[in-house]
């Protein structure tokens, strides 16, 4: 199982970026498929996660209004589109994949069981 994840990029406060992270090496139809993001000096947190089958969304209050999570079948991948982003949103951004992930536990890192490599998102002021 791989998951790549890229679109990064330094981006002016007010702008946008979408990054992708395209999944292979297996079936994602039972998956729950995440972003997660990590600060520097800060722990991992959840942002947004996508139930693959169901298309259900989930957004960290930080997020909410403000990014998208989204799918595209046909290509195996996991989107987020970034909107009016903020200082506090630069971080190295990380894609997972979770088979079984509960409601209750989405924003645990140890609910994932397959991780990409990060894209780093720079946000000047």
């Known amino acids: 199982v791989q998951l790549q994840a890229f679109g990064g990029g330094l981006v002016q406060a007010g702008g946008s970026l979408r990054l992708s992270c395209a999944a292979s090496?297996?079936?994602?139809?039972?998956?729950?498929m995440g972003w997660f993001r990590q600060a520097p000096g800060k722990e991992r947190e959840f942002v947004a996660v996508?139930?693959?089958?169901?298309?259900?969304?989930y957004y960290a209050d930080s997020v909410k209004g403000r990014f998208t999570i989204s799918k595209d079948n046909a290509k195996n991948t996991v989107y987020l589109q970034m909107n009016d982003l903020k200082p506090e949103d630069t971080a190295v951004y990380y894609c997972?994949?979770?088979?079984?992930?509960?409601?209750?536990?989405?924003?645990?890192?140890?609910?994932?069981?397959?991780w990409g490599q990060g894209t780093l998102v720079t946000v000047s002021s």
């Open positions: 997972a994949a979770g088979s079984g992930v509960i409601l209750s536990e989405m924003w645990a890192i140890r609910a994932y069981e397959y």
């Open positions: 090496g297996r079936t994602f139809s039972n998956y729950v």
């Open positions: 996508i139930k693959w089958s169901a298309g259900r969304t």
